[in-house]
């Protein structure tokens, strides 16, 4: 692990409660986040709506429940007295192309926690965990979607 910045937390903490925000201009794009357990293992899941009256299309390689460097931001931070930061791993998925959402329509996805971070149930056996995520969409027909975030604390069992 490594030692993590106290006041990034509280700043991340103070401002990220958002799980639906829609982005500016004639698309929309809602997002909504919840932590889900199923046995032991924890998943964060994301659902991504097109809130807007027009089609949006995304690249299907930039969805958030995917592993590839800056899709989507995710940190998972011990909440001991010296908030270490869990070490991230993942694999490269390549999917090519697009994806359009309908108005009202929507995808989503999973990403198991235990197996993006390689010490999570090390760390979660003896202190709570906190996770902070955010997600800047990308489109080939719209340049203004707005970057969605938000946190979850896991308590420690």
Partial sequence: ????????????V?????????????????????MQKNGEKYFLKLKM?????EDL????????WLDRPGNLSLKGIALTANFEEMMEQGRIHHLLGTITLKPT?????S????????DFDQVHAKS????????????P???????????????MP
Wanted: proline content about 5%; glycine content about 8%; charged content about 20%.
């Fill in 1 to 12: 692990m490594v030692k993590f910045n106290y006041w990034l937390l509280m700043l991340s």
């Fill in 14 to 34: 103070a401002g990220s409660f958002l799980v639906l925000m829609p982005a500016h201009g004639r698309e929309q794009l809602g997002m909504h986040a919840e």
């Fill in 49 to 53: 709506e097109n809130l807007g009256t």
């Fill in 57 to 64: 299309t995304l690249y299907r390689d930039g969805l958030p």
């Fill in 105 to 109: 329509e929507f995808i989503d996805g």
């Fill in 111 to 118: 990403i198991a926690l235990d197996e993006r971070f390689a």
């Fill in 128 to 139: 709570s965990i906190a996770i902070l995520w955010s997600y800047a969409p990308r489109s």
């Fill in 141 to 155: 027909t719209s340049k203004d979607l707005n970057r969605h975030s938000g946190v979850f604390v896991i308590p």
